[in-house]
């Protein structure tokens, strides 16, 4: 309270008490300034007669009230022009100034002093308006969430990438608590600051980071998210990659001579004899028979393993989404994939080799569900189709398997459920993905069984 009534000071105008306004306070002063005159008019006619008289003191009063008047106009017009400039920077309105001020001059100084705070007021906002848009342009353009919430908890504030993160509109969302649009979370500090935000099935975890600021003199919260999934995927790549070079030399070391050897012994087999040494001929040859398919399967598995370690940096041309799908359509031949065009032909800048890579994983993924011993209808059923959704272009695969029944692992490398799988597809349509800026999306279809895996590029990326 004592620093609020500090920061209000006034400073008085004149005596305090009861007393007249300023103009009239002015205009009683001046008209008792011409009592004298009146007076020594009167004592200089007073042995003229009644008429002279009369006709002094008239001519005295109205030349009196003239120059009361030309006083109060000279006083008063030129404090009421800086009044009406004062209140209109009270406005925001900075195109006012007085004229006709001067150095060494009451009032003069007074308008000058008036002009330069205008000047200098015009001025801070100018910088602060440009300070404003340049922040807006950059959260718009940030790919990081941005939240502001007031003090009970309302929405005040969220870029584009926090719209597109949470599935909101900010004209929906303003000033709704943060509980009726779900990220109430976001407020309530944790012991573990990093949490798992949007759907689908990609592992992204994001970074909260809160701070305080005050509005309009309303104290707020700055809620910050930083996306921290890729990275740790980027570096967990990274792992797989030397541990597989590593692997990769000392297995292929191994793998050679083994299957050289077991084919050369299978060579070298002598005839079949009695009833005895045919048996064992038998279980020799089918056993350095599975010691060449095991060496073959090995080989196989790291070299598509490599496949997944060695991904070029993208080449992007630009490409239109719908020839790409029919074009992955048409490449599946175990189950007829349906194509569902979309609204609006869209082209986006890709490298067409790797999303059309993507793309055959996730196709092939789908019918291995939909023809797989889990399936739940004889009738595979594989839909492909594109669209815009929230900023992103949107290509999805739809099929009537029996769904995700573990989530957690579907993006880990070498994991797989099927018997003839490597567990890259994948994490290959991730990795081509993110090297686009975009993600993979897989989950449980809503009314129905089976999945629906999407492949996500964002709209910077469209023309």
Known sequence: MASDATARKRVALGRRGRRLSFERGLRHKLWAMGVPAVGLATMLLWDQGWFPLTMGLLCVLAVWAIVVSLVM????RPLQTLANVIAALREDDFSFRARGGRRNDAVGDLAIEVNTL?????????????????????????????LAFDGAGRVQMLNPAAERTFGLRIGEVLGRSGAEVGLDGLLVPTEEESVSLGTGTAGARWVVKRTGFRMRGVPHV??????????????????????VRVMGHEINNSLTPIKSIAGSLRGRLPAAGGPAANGVMEDLDRGLGVIENRAESLNRFLQAYRQLSGLPKPRVAMI??????????????????RVERGREEIRVAVDEDQVQQALINLVKNAVE????PDALTSQAEVAMGWGVERGEVVIWVLDNGPGITNPDNLFVPFYTTKPQGTGIGLALALQIAEAHQGTVRLSNRVGGHGCRAELRLPLSTMR
């Open 73 to 76: 106009e000279s006083i008063v």
């Open 118 to 146: 205008a000047g200098m007021l015009q001025a801070q906002r100018g910088s602060a308006m440009e300070a404003v848009a340049l922040a807006e342009r950059v959260m718009n353009a940030m790919q990081t969430p941005v």
């Open 222 to 243: 700055l809620v910050v998210l930083s996306e921290v999934s890729s990275a740790l995927r980027e570096e967990e790549r990274n792992a797989w990659r030397r541990l």
């Open 320 to 337: 239109p989404v719908g020839t790409l799908v029919e074009r992955v359509a048409h490449l599946e031949r175990g189950v007829l994939v």
């Open 369 to 372: 569900a939909a023809i797989g």
